[in-house]
Every structure is written in C-alpha cells, then in structure tokens.
C-alpha cells in the first residue's frame, strides 16, 4: 500500500498519464541527432525549448559555440528555500559505423518494450526525465520552497568547455545548494563522486630504416611496447580513500559487480590504465620513425596525480627514450557525502516507487556533475542501467525509466520541501 502524500501520489499519478508522451518524446529527441564529435546539438536543444514554450515555460539559450546551445530555466517557488539545480546534456556519443545495429541508429525507435538510438540511455532519457520534473513541479510551484533550475547542456561528451564548463565559469547563478544530475548507471545506485582522468601523449623516435637492416636502429614499437608493459604497475600503487567512501563501496561491493560486472568495485577503488590509441609506421617493411601512445590513468578517490607522476619520473628515467607531454591533469578525484539528504529522498521514492534498494556508491565514468563538486556544491547522480552506451543496439527499458521518471520527480520535490 502506497504511503506517499496525497500531492506526491498526485505527481506519481501524472506520470502514469503522461506514459506515451514521454516516450514520444524521448523518440523525438532521439531522432534529433547530436553527436559530439562534431557537436552540434541545435536540433536537440530545439527539442528542449519547444517543450519549454509549449508550456510557457521561460528559459534562456546560452551559447558560447553557435553549434552547441546550452537551455537554462528556472523558477522561484511560494515561499524561500534552497536551491536546486538540475543537470543533462543534450550530446551524445558519435556513431563510427551502423555495423551491429539491429535497428536505425538514430531511428528512436520504440519496440520491445524499449526506446533504441544513439543517446537514448547516455543521456536523453535522463535528459527527458528532469525535463518533465521541472515543468511538473512548476505546475505546483506555489506548493514548494525554494528555487529550482534546469541545465541542458550541450557539449559533456568532451568535458564541456561549451557546455557545463562555461556555464559554471560565467553563470554563477547556476551553482545553487545542490545539484541532481540525470546520467545512466543503474537506479539501483546512487553516484556520489567520479574518478579523475590524468591524460598524457608518449613519444618514442628512431631514425629508421629499412626493415631487413634491423641492426641500424632501434624500433621505437618495442621500446613503447616494454614501456607500456612496465607502466601496467601504476595501477598497483597503493591508494587511501576517504572513509566515507570506502565505507559504501564496501557495502555496495557485490551491487556495483552486479551493475558494472566483476571486477568493477576493484576498478572504481584503485588507479586504472588504459592506452587509448596507439600510432606507428606506414608501412611493413620499414622500422617506424615515430611511435606515438596516448595514456588515460585514472585517478581513485582521495588521491593525486603526485604519486602517479613520480611513478612516471622513474619510468621514464629507465626508457629515456621515451618522452612523454601531459594532455590533461586539472581534474581531482571529487565526491560528496554519501549520507547527504537528497541520497536519503532518492532511496525512499526508488524504494516506494518501484520497490528497488538504492545503494550510494562512485562512478566510473566522468559526468558533469563532477563541475558542481568542484565548485563546493553536492552532486549526485541518479538514472537508468547503463545499457549498450557508445554500444551497438543502444536503449532504455521503457518500465524502468518511467520508475526513474517518478523517482527524480519525487527527490526533487522532497528536497524543496524539506523544512
């Protein structure tokens, strides 16, 4: 027996209405192409405003790229209260070939029970979710405290320097006390925090030579390749996380497993290497004059890139023919608290809206709820399994992202009603 309010049945109730239009929509913007590379998101953040206007909602287009359009809204509620921000985007990873595909990518197509296209799990379900949240609570704005705003932003599959990034540098008013971010992952978790990516690009030259005078110079691919299998060990460097933390991945261990398959829970735990791309030669039978590698290390909660650059500085000293150019480091292992009360409102309406046990717990990927960290404010994370992303076959459960659609709509009015 349901043992929500009469308002919060009310909302709850909507949503079941509103069942067909919220997929529709979500087929629309799927069609809505906008992949990132190349970025641009005007036909999808045209699906926004129109929602928007169709509702006389009012908004603002903040656009720092022609091509990439962010959508901020916002409104003031009946009384005063804290303020609530709100967070998706509107790009979605590209699509290198339709090998694999059962269906059109960017077809939005509804069968199955499911919602198929490029997008439609990362992120334009949670993206359509917040989206129908805010213009719901809208409707009962005199009812709530507070303030509440919506960014749809258009550039986070690069790391938003158009999108979440700008906005947060020249929109202040967009901080707010907290953030709730739409992303995938799994509405049996909540996320509180991300692992930070150190990028770096290496460099091995020789002289060359042709491939029967192996004697002449030494192949820059085996020095990289030794290089490489000596770097594995940074992911053995030894890692404190902050007791909070470990304390629910210790708790989640066997959820997040089961979410993200085994292993995941050691992996969010503990640096990580990847070697991105990896680039030598142009022909067979020649030694390469230049072997090119790109090094993704992600860094684990309460760490820093310290000991993994002092790690580097004693590699590279072994293979001092190795140079090495680090891409990227500005960002920090951050995370809010896992006891938060917006973590607490997402565990009783998932639990009373579709009977699910949510679990806090960190993120392996990167979203833009990290920019809100950064800036002082909690940001968690909330939203469908992560199904297919960047994947062949790409989709959401229909069933399990309307439970997601109630339970963002009922954390969001928790939090502004809170006393």
């Given at each position: 027996?349901?043992?929500?309010?009469?308002?919060?049945?009310?909302?709850?109730?909507?949503?079941?209405?509103?069942?067909?239009?919220?997929?529709?929509?979500?087929?629309?913007?799927?069609?809505?192409?906008?992949?990132?590379?190349?970025?641009?998101?005007?036909?999808?953040?045209?699906?926004?405003?129109?929602?928007?206007?169709?509702?006389?909602?009012?908004?603002?287009?903040?656009?720092?790229?022609?091509?990439?359009?962010?959508?901020?809204?916002?409104?003031?509620?009946?009384?005063?209260?804290?303020?609530?921000?709100?967070?998706?985007?509107?790009?979605?990873?590209?699509?290198?070939?339709?090998?694999?595909?059962?269906?059109?990518?960017?077809?939005?197509?509804?069968?199955?029970?499911?919602?198929?296209?490029?997008?439609?799990?990362?992120?334009?379900?949670?993206?359509?979710?917040?989206?129908?949240?805010?213009?719901?609570?809208?409707?009962?704005?005199?009812?709530?405290?507070?303030?509440?705003?919506l960014t749809a932003v258009s550039d986070e599959e690069t790391f938003g320097p158009w999108g979440a990034v700008y906005l947060m540098e020249n929109c202040p008013e967009i901080h707010g006390d907290c953030c709730f971010n739409a992303e995938p992952g799994a509405p049996t978790t909540v996320r509180?925090?991300?692992?930070?990516?150190?990028?770096?690009?290496?460099?091995?030259?020789?002289?060359?030579?042709?491939?029967?005078?192996?004697?002449?110079?030494?192949?820059?691919?085996?020095?990289?390749?030794?290089?490489?299998?000596?770097?594995?060990?940074?992911?053995?460097?030894?890692?404190?996380?902050?007791?909070?933390?470990?304390?629910?991945?210790?708790?989640?261990?066997?959820?997040?497993?089961?979410?993200?398959?085994?292993?995941?829970?050691?992996?969010?735990?503990?640096?990580?290497?990847?070697?991105?791309?990896?680039?030598?030669?142009?022909?067979?039978?020649?030694?390469?004059?230049?072997?090119?590698?790109?090094?993704?290390?992600?860094?684990?909660?309460?760490?820093?890139?310290?000991?993994?650059?002092?790690?580097?500085?004693?590699?590279?000293?072994?293979?001092?023919?190795?140079?090495?150019?680090?891409?990227?480091?500005?960002?920090?292992?951050?995370?809010?608290?896992?006891?938060?009360?917006?973590?607490?409102?997402?565990?009783?309406?998932?639990?009373?809206?579709?009977?699910?046990?949510?679990?806090p717990i960190t993120s392996l990927a990167g979203t833009d709820a990290r920019l809100w960290r950064y800036a002082g404010v909690p940001a968690f994370s909330y939203g469908t399994t992560a199904t297919n992303v960047a994947m062949p076959d790409e989709h959401v459960d229909i069933e399990e992202w309307?439970?997601?659609?109630?339970?963002?709509?009922?954390?969001?009015?928790?939090?502004?009603?809170?006393?």
């Amino acid at each position: 027996m349901s043992t929500l309010s009469k308002l919060k049945q009310e909302l709850v109730d909507q949503v079941d209405r509103d069942r067909d239009l919220l997929v529709e929509f979500l087929s629309k913007f799927v069609r809505a192409k906008s992949p990132n590379p190349p970025g641009d998101t005007r036909d999808a953040a045209r699906c926004v405003t129109e929602f928007l206007k169709a509702r006389d909602l009012e908004h603002r287009i903040v656009s720092p790229h022609e091509e990439m359009p962010n959508v901020i809204a916002s409104f003031d509620c009946g009384a005063p209260g804290r303020h609530l921000v709100l967070n998706g985007h509107m790009d979605v990873f590209p699509l290198p070939t339709k090998d694999g595909w059962s269906r059109d990518p960017w077809g939005g197509e509804v069968s199955d029970g499911k919602v198929w296209g490029v997008g439609s799990c990362d992120m334009k379900q949670g993206t359509t979710s917040i989206l129908f949240a805010y213009a719901y609570l809208h409707q009962i704005r005199d009812k709530l405290k507070g303030r509440l705003t919506l960014t749809a932003v258009s550039d986070e599959e690069t790391f938003g320097p158009w999108g979440a990034v700008y906005l947060m540098e020249n929109c202040p008013e967009i901080h707010g006390d907290c953030c709730f971010n739409a992303e995938p992952g799994a509405p049996t978790t909540v996320r509180i925090g991300e692992k930070a990516p150190l990028w770096m690009t290496c460099t091995v030259e020789s002289p060359g030579a042709h491939a029967a005078y192996t004697h002449k110079a030494h192949n820059p691919v085996e020095i990289a390749s030794a290089f490489i299998a000596d770097l594995e060990a940074v992911e053995d460097l030894e890692v404190n996380l902050p007791g909070p933390v470990a304390d629910a991945l210790a708790v989640a261990r066997d959820e997040i497993d089961r979410v993200h398959l085994k292993g995941a829970a050691d992996v969010m735990q503990s640096f990580s290497l990847n070697i991105g791309q990896f680039n030598a030669g142009s022909i067979i039978n020649t030694i390469p004059t230049k072997c090119t590698f790109d090094v993704d290390i992600r860094l684990p909660f309460g760490m820093t890139k310290e000991p993994v650059m002092a790690f580097m500085a004693d590699l590279l000293e072994k293979y001092p023919q190795v140079k090495m150019e680090v891409v990227m480091d500005t960002a920090t292992p951050a995370w809010s608290d896992p006891s938060h009360e917006l973590v607490g409102y997402v565990q009783q309406n998932a639990k009373e809206v579709a009977g699910l046990d949510v679990l806090p717990i960190t993120s392996l990927a990167g979203t833009d709820a990290r920019l809100w960290r950064y800036a002082g404010v909690p940001a968690f994370s909330y939203g469908t399994t992560a199904t297919n992303v960047a994947m062949p076959d790409e989709h959401v459960d229909i069933e399990e992202w309307i439970g997601v659609v109630k339970t963002h709509l009922l954390t969001i009015f928790d939090y502004l009603n809170a006393e």
